[in-house]
């Protein structure tokens, strides 16, 4: 047998698994926002300190605090810090709380990059995992007592041969409607120079996913855009009764910045034309990883920064802070 015949044989088996499916968000039938623009703090919320960037954060609500589960980078590896804050603004560290273990799935690079969801007592955390050039997508649960446990595999991992994510899944955000889990993410494949988009998958658990048969949603954008090389770190929630998706497109000189897009099933996206970019020294050539909350008609969005166009790492990241609003 062929590898193409193999690889077509694996995606029908994937598909009579349940590991695809056709699907949409509950319907939404808001406005479109108009003229959005995003207030950021002139200085860091959080610092990288001894890091060598502090990135990725992910923010979620917990009894009455607010939590930031926020990647970082020794210069070797990327960890999972948790802060503790009573106003989202003045934040303290309260130490590494996931690190990759190279015995495992995960190897020794990275067990971060990763999406916070508070149910009830519970904290769940869907985070970033295994081999650099080909990333997988894991979960860790905080119970009542206070113990963090990691899923033994991953729960959701790269595509068959030939699928748009067949070299990786990344930077997952986790939202909850009604029952289910939906799971938006970047996914890479093998072409030269590796292609980035925007998918979605949907769970019950939050640990067995189908992905949509229609994937990508979200494609990068035309030569000159903003996002022309790639696009990843989707952040999606509900404004202004429609989807809204934040997410960072990168250029070909490796300058990050803020897109925004709008939807009314979570499936099928609109590019906005608002671009968002940093005005401070420390966030010049970086703005991405964003996350956001819904605070009435303005959006509370936390998001990485830097000063060097670096694609990954090694960029002075640090946390910076904002309000989104528009008319």
Same mark, same amino acid.
């Given at each position: ?11 029908? @088996? ?21 003229? /959005? ?10 610092? &990288? ?52 273990? #190279? ?49 033994? &595999? #991953? ?52 640990? &067995? ?11 990068? @954008?035309? #030569? ?7 696009? @990843? ?39 906005? /034309? ?36 670096? #694609? ?16």
């Amino acid at each position: 047998m062929n590898r193409r015949a193999a690889a077509l044989l694996a995606a029908v @088996g994937l598909t009579g698994c349940g590991g695809y499916a056709d699907f949409s968000l509950p319907p939404r039938h808001g406005d479109r926002a108009e003229n /959005p623009a995003i207030e950021m703090r002139a200085e860091p919320v959080i610092g &990288r300190g001894t890091f060598a960037d502090a990135l990725n954060p992910s923010v979620a609500k917990s009894g009455g605090r607010y939590l930031n589960l926020y990647s970082a980078f020794d210069g070797h590896t990327w960890r999972t810090v948790l802060a503790e804050s009573a106003d989202g603004l003045a934040w303290h560290d309260r130490g590494v709380i996931l690190s990759p273990d #190279p015995r495992t799935w995960e190897g020794g690079y990275i067990a971060a990059n990763g999406s916070a969801v508070v149910l009830g007592d519970r904290l769940l955390y869907w985070y970033q995992a295994g081999l650099k050039s080909s990333p997988q997508i894991g979960l860790a649960e905080r119970d009542a007592t206070g113990a963090w446990r990691k899923d033994p &595999r #991953p729960v959701l991992e790269s595509g068959p041969y030939g699928s748009w994510d067949e070299d990786g899944v990344a930077d997952p955000y986790v939202c909850r409607q009604d029952s289910w889990f939906y799971l938006y993410y970047l996914g890479q494949d093998r072409a030269r120079p590796t292609r980035q988009r925007i998918g979605v998958a949907r769970s019950r658990d939050g640990r &067995r996913w189908e992905k949509l048969r229609t994937n990508p949603v979200l494609e990068s @954008g035309g #030569p000159g855009a903003f996002d022309e090389a790639a696009i @990843g770190e989707p952040a999606v929630w509900i404004w202004r009764g429609s989807y809204y998706m934040l997410y960072t497109g990168t250029n070909f000189a490796g300058e990050r910045a803020l897109g925004l897009a709008v939807s009314g099933d979570g499936v099928r996206w609109e590019k906005l /034309p608002a671009v968002f970019r940093g005005a401070q020294e420390w966030n010049s050539k970086v703005v991405c990883d964003p996350s956001v909350l819904a605070d009435g008609d303005a959006v509370r969005v936390w998001f990485g920064g830097g000063d060097v166009a670096s #694609p990954d790492e090694n960029l002075h990241g640090q946390i910076g802070y904002g309000t989104l609003t528009a008319k």
